[in-house]
């Protein structure tokens, strides 16, 4: 897992916080006892405020930093999945995503030899299916025919969910 950076502080002397550099569950939670110690020692309420300030996270993500942290280590996912997760689903159905491992993620690029070929969402499409046999009655040759767009689409408007990192696409059945 890559640096995140936070910032706690008690709701007292919210000016008055530290900065914390994480890179695990292990260390956000030693970064809160060490600040409770400090609170403690300045006779500070144990009321904390804690924000995300940078890394990986995005979006409503932050709001949720020791969950996010949480289910990356359980699930052994990274943060930018998890993130990406949080902008269609909340928390407890990321949880049931990852633990049941309802997704498939593409890569947006797939680097050649010489060249490198950048995915569409339909091409991310065309391989989930393909991979879950969905295509399987279709003869191989017939299948450059198909609108891959419009099936989409479909498959969209009954429950398929995509989410997008920077460098994923990533579907939710």
Known sequence: MKKQTIYIASLEEVLNGRYYDIESLEDYQNAVENFL????????????????????????????????????????????????????FDIDEIEKILSNQNYYKYPKV???????????????????LEETGYL????????????????????????LKFAETENEYIIVY
């Open 37 to 88: 110690d400090i609170c403690e020692k300045r006779n500070l309420s144990d009321d904390l405020e804690i924000q995300y300030i940078d890394g990986e996270l995005t979006g409503e993500a932050t709001d949720y930093i020791e969950d996010v942290l949480r289910l990356a280590e359980e699930n052994e996912e990274e943060l930018d999945i998890i993130s990406a997760l949080f902008k269609i």
């Open 136 to 159: 399987c009655e279709v003869p191989e040759h017939l299948r450059d025919f198909m609108d891959y767009e419009k099936l989409l689409y479909d498959f969209e408007c009954r429950g």
């Open 110 to 128: 797939i680097r050649g030899y010489h060249q490198s070929h950048y995915q569409s969402k339909e091409d991310a499409f065309r391989e989930y």
